[in-house]
């Protein structure tokens, strides 16, 4: 007998195992405590993976597919994959091991590693999930300086023809409508609510609480409103086409302490658990906006493609080529510790307290309030990366690190030295009010500077950019900035950074 092996993240209902009529093959799914403990999760996104493997194996069942499953508290579970495996293969005299590639490069070494003392015929199979393989951006790049997402991001258009006049030419006339996607919400176009789900999901959170797993973050268990089958998530999918892409790429970077989620699709958490596929999510996009070209802009379209078939494939791709060194980077050797506020959201300045608020109280924050505000805020504080990257790893529902470390230690903390982003994404206050409606309740003013009532964002800024001179001396895109510095009236300054300073001794006290 052959037994197959599926990870909670590989719940590709279109996997090319599934059209396999052997009956002398078990799939294998299990919820272990060596998934829930590697990191401190959100309780919501362990819901959510647990919820969604439950529903993949009753589908796998419901097509004649034999399945072993094991629950969090089955008798047999090992709570550990290695575990589990060998009981497995022992108990039910398998001969052969398969698996699907793991996206996180812990899982992929521990089956690399299990398939070696193994007596029996093993095989690896692609995921069939991404639309590159784990080495196609390092051959893409080799032997480049600088790995440049924009460059990627046309070949991909290219290679899978998405949006193209010609094979030189793209729809529109330009590449990138990034200088669209900019506008700040202040209140019109009217929002609509998110679509609703709510799944009582109480017997599942017991489960997970009576077992001893330790979570973060409030989860409302009778109300649960993310995807859990391929079903809901192509009804997300679909909502979002019809109710929010006519208006996503002007917002997609306004933040406002009133809405959540803003015109955001919400379709991260059944992307990244593989229950929908990325060439499956652009092209009903850009089929809905051909069909609706008279109301919706391409810029709106094209600022959704750049995410999944530019940003999310090039950063997968940055995460194999530099794996396992990458997890370590700490370019800027940054130390501090992490605020003990972004495990509770209790702090004084409102686009933090709104941001990590969100985040605790829906396993959610869209890509501006990760890099610009929480982001921003532990970069500028210099915060270690690593504490940085088990707080975004544990806290958001789409988090797996593969996505997660090249966000935050690359585009967030610029702990890996320029690899990702060619210049760290740090700003003061006048970046957030110009994006966000957060200044106006906040009770920092960030027109102040270094005033004991000044937003905290202003002072850090300047004193991050003082104490990190010599990183950015040779930084050409820095030059404008670290020029300003250098002519700055050295009592300013001074004032600017005894604040600052205060702000990173005490920073729960802000």
């Not at 009981?87 to 039910?92: D, F, M, V």
């Not at 500077?449 to 202003?458: G, I, L, S, T, V």
């Not at 820095?478 to 600052?500: F, G």
């Amino acid at each position: 007998m052959t037994l197959r092996l599926i990870l909670g993240d590989q719940l590709n209902y279109k996997h090319s195992w599934y059209t396999d009529t052997n009956k002398d093959v078990c799939y294998f799914m299990a919820e272990m405590r060596q998934e829930t403990d590697y990191t401190t999760h959100h309780i919501q996104k362990v819901v959510a993976f647990f919820q969604s493997m439950r529903n993949f194996a009753k589908e796998l069942r419901e097509n004649k597919f034999d399945v072993t499953y094991f629950e969090l508290d089955h008798q047999d579970n090992e709570q550990d994959l290695v575990g589990n495996l060998k009981k497995l293969i022992r108990n039910k005299k398998i001969t052969k091991f398969e698996y699907q590639l793991p996206d996180e490069y812990r899982l992929d070494k521990q089956l690399k590693d299990f398939c070696k003392i193994l007596k029996i015929e093993t095989k690896a199979f692609d995921t069939e999930h991404f639309l590159t393989s784990r080495t196609d951006l390092a051959h893409f790049f080799k032997g480049k300086k600088q790995y440049t997402m924009e460059y990627f991001y046309r070949y991909m258009r290219k290679r899978y023809d998405i949006m193209m006049i010609t094979n030189k030419d793209p729809e529109g006339g330009k590449w990138n409508f990034d200088q669209s996607n900019r506008k700040k919400w202040s209140g019109t176009p009217s929002i609509p609510l998110e679509k609703r789900l709510k799944k009582d999901v109480t017997k599942l959170v017991k489960l997970i609480h009576d077992s001893g797993v330790k979570t973060i973050g409030n989860i409302a268990s009778n109300t649960f409103n993310w995807p859990t089958t391929r079903e809901e998530s192509i009804a997300v999918l679909d909502y979002f086409c019809e109710h929010l892409l006519i208006h996503f790429g002007d917002y997609q970077d306004a933040m406002h302490p009133d809405e959540k989620y803003l015109f955001h699709s919400r379709l991260s958490f059944a992307m990244n658990s593989k229950l929908l596929h990325p060439k499956e999510v652009i092209e009903t996009v850009i089929t809905y906006w051909r069909e609706h070209q008279k109301e919706i802009h391409i810029s709106q379209v094209e600022g959704f493609v750049r995410q999944i078939l530019g940003w999310r494939e090039y950063m997968r791709g940055i995460y194999w080529m530099k794996m396992p060194a990458y997890q370590n980077v700490n370019h800027l050797d940054n130390k501090n510790p992490l605020p003990d506020f972004y495990w509770t959201g209790k702090t004084k300045m409102n686009c933090l307290h709104h941001s990590i608020k969100q985040s605790l109280d829906d396993a959610y924050a869209h890509h501006i309030q990760r890099l610009m505000i929480t982001g921003n805020y532990a970069l500028l504080t210099q915060t270690d990366p690593d504490e940085v990257d088990q707080w975004y790893l544990g806290i958001y529902i789409d988090a797996i690190e593969w996505v997660e470390i090249t966000n935050t230690r690359g585009m967030s903390q610029f702990a890996d030295g320029g690899i990702v982003a060619t210049k760290p994404y740090v700003s003061s206050g006048s970046y957030i009010n110009k994006m966000s409606a957060y200044c106006k309740g906040c009770h920092y003013k960030v027109t102040k500077k270094a005033e004991d009532d000044a937003c905290p964002f202003n002072a850090l800024y300047w004193n991050f950019l003082d104490d990190k001179r010599e990183y950015f001396k040779n930084n050409q895109r820095m030059s404008m900035m670290m020029s300003l510095l250098n002519k700055m009236d050295t009592e300013k300054l001074k004032a600017l950074k005894t604040r600052a300073n205060e702000i990173i001794k005490n920073p729960n006290d802000y």
